[in-house]
């Protein structure tokens, strides 16, 4: 295999444009939805109401609603009683924000179309006509047991790729809804569904296809004014003989030219469309609450080489999901594979996609066409062509990104190089791995909804990116997936042979809903999830009698080092953790059982510091150990300095290098910044050798490996059988690099949720000179960063309206000297009390608006200088 290391300073890959959309009005944490099904949707504004405002929702007829809502609101709900089905609504705050939303069929397992069957492996075509009359208002509502595409009188409707999404099938699937009205022809109009396997019928993770059901189903049925449409449908071939989202594609093209238009000459084909007679039954048929995936962006291949006389490879330059479109002139008959990585011979590397395929064919007639497949996706940088007529140009091929396309929220950018790749790898993990729900990685036979890995790296990416509505749906998932005795799986949707019951893994019912709390205020979420989290934390507490949880299989996941974290101290950690949280969820529920599960949380902890703390040392002395103790506050407050000291000292012996996996990985660096080693946590973060992020850097990696040794120097290639280079759980770094070196956080000494409480607190970074983020929170736009110039170090700070927050800027003592805003801080005086904190920091409480302070040079002097023994 080859790589390509970066350059120090040469120009850094950009980062892809984000999705298009907007913030403005958000309902249920959707722009502008059409198709919700909750019955008194949230309507919510991204910042606080600076004065009371009024409301108000109306319909074609007229204004059905309106409320003043008080001053600091950023939401309401409207209630239930007011809305009618299938209707369009819009809606205003104060006249200036508006937003638009259409209920849906509210279908909650009564959802009574038929179901069509398709074919176990290929794509199909089922279509009907039908002559809507002189309705004023037709809608379709559509949905599959299988993937689909919807078209209307040949054009497709809509542009979710791979709909209606991954979710478990047993329990519930979602529909999509549509207003045909306008796009009706006069007379007979035609509909279609084109339908593939998915992850109902085709392969899913590595346990072959067929997972739910033998073949996939499709549903749909328009609604004339509101009474059901009967409707004939017959089935169709449509050239794609092979459609699995984990194998490929195949398509046939030999008499179309366009990948999106059908061939006619298979209507000879024609034979009517079987119903399902096995009763789909109880299965909920709810509006999708999530944003649809997408087409986020096209990727154009740098090179081509080709290794072997006929076999041509694309290089992408970068690691990405989705699929290749093709430019070719035919006759021709191509084969497709796609891969990670290269062999030193230059081949497609394919042994880390286990069973994957990964493997597309298109078989065009004369002419020229352009192939894309439609129901499948590969995660890749390279692909390998043979049968190409010719030589490929890199011109003949793009990549389409598919992504559940989320909105931009947050940006951080330094003057570092290597920093501003991290950002950019971490987005592109992301969203390599957010298609439909959140997943381990994009690539091999597995692709599944590991609970960890979105537990670890939630955090960062809802910086990053707006996740409320995907979360709160892929959290409606887990809570499917549930074991009737409260414990957790592993992945949601459930593949039981994946298992149940990790901490970390499985507490990630009791963090993503708290998450969601703490950073948009989804009070819904945590109300839906506060039972199950119950069930969950009292099945653990049933199996620890004495307080102590007994390890269970996955521990510190691929930490490297050869002392491993006892199971039963991240075990027992995690138990403690998640009744605290529960706890405080009651709080915030009004529910009567925060003193149950804070007195059962504090016997918890006090059997964690018995069996595992001596003093205040480990009994078995790992980083992730004492990250676990101090993060998720085990240790007592008297203790907290030495035990912070002693993982200080563990750091140092190390080397500076981080030993953690995934349960330390995103504790480590948070906790020595918080504990007064903010240059440690630099020292680890900085490290380039083995492991560390810059490592993986150096080794040309464009998006987040899945272990540190995922590739080595000396050893090469991981072994295969579990080597993603597309996973971002050790994104979870973003988090650190957001609230620690930026300085935009929530205070972890707040109650709230919805991001109305902040600590700004920026940490400048040796051999750093500036770094900044900006993050349009629930709460509005914030913004942090530092800058070191010739004549101080500047701190810069937008507070939204409404919101406190607390800065604390570190410049070592040197405050007499500070400026803010251009006067001396000093004479604010009681304007701006400022608090000395023992280190030096100057700390106070910045009231709304934008900041710039500047420190003496002094100051930056000991927080930027390069360490000696560098
Ligand atoms: C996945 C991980 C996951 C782990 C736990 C792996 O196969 O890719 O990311 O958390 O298994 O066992």
Redesign the pocket.
Known sequence: MTRSPLPSDGPVPAIPPPPTGHLAGLTCGLADPVGVDEPSPRLSWPALLDRPSLVSVRSAVGEVWRQEVPEGANHVDVPADVLALLTAYTWTVGEQISGTFTTGLRADGAWDAPWLVGDPTAAVSLRCTFTPGDAAEVWLAVTALGVYRVLLNGHRLGDEELAPGWTDYTVRVRYRLFDLTQLLLPGANELEIWLAPGWYAGHVAASGPARYGDRPLASAQIRTDGNPLPLDWTLHPLGRPRADLVMGETIDALETRDTDSRPAARDTHEQPAVPETRVVGGLVVEADPAPPVRVIGVVRPVRVTEPVPGVQVLDLGRNVVGRLRLRVTGPAHLVVRHGEELTAAGRLYTDNLRTAEQRDEFHVGPGDHVVEPAFTVHGFRYAEITGWPGALQPSDAEAVLLSSALEVTGELTADDPAVRQLIANITASAEGNLVSIPT??PQRD?R?G????ISVFGSTLSFLRHSQAFLSGWVTTLIDGQRGDGAVP?VAPVLPE?GYD?PV?SDALVEVPWLLWRRYGDDRTLRRAYDPMRRWVDYCLAGAPDGIRQGR??GD??APGTVETPKSLIATGALARSLRLVAQAADVLGEPHAEEYGEAAARVVEAFRKAFMDGHRLRVETQTGYAVALAWDLVPLSDRDAVAGALAGLVVADGHRLMTG?VGTPLLLPVLSDTGHHDLACRIFNQEGYPSWRYQLRAGATTLW?RWDSWHHRNGLQTPS?N?FN?Y?YGCVGDWLFRHVAGIGDDPRGVSGGFTELLLRPGPVPLMRSASARYASAAGVVESGWRAEPDGLQFTFTVPVGVSARAIMPVGGTWDGMTVNGGFLMGFGEDLPVTRLPDGSCSLHLPPGRWSFTAPAAAATPLLAPWDDL
Do not use: I, P, V
């Open positions: 381990d990685c597995e599944a590991w609970t960890a890995d592993h994946y990790s893994w299989a996955l996941w691929l995934f899945e579990m993603s996973h759980a």
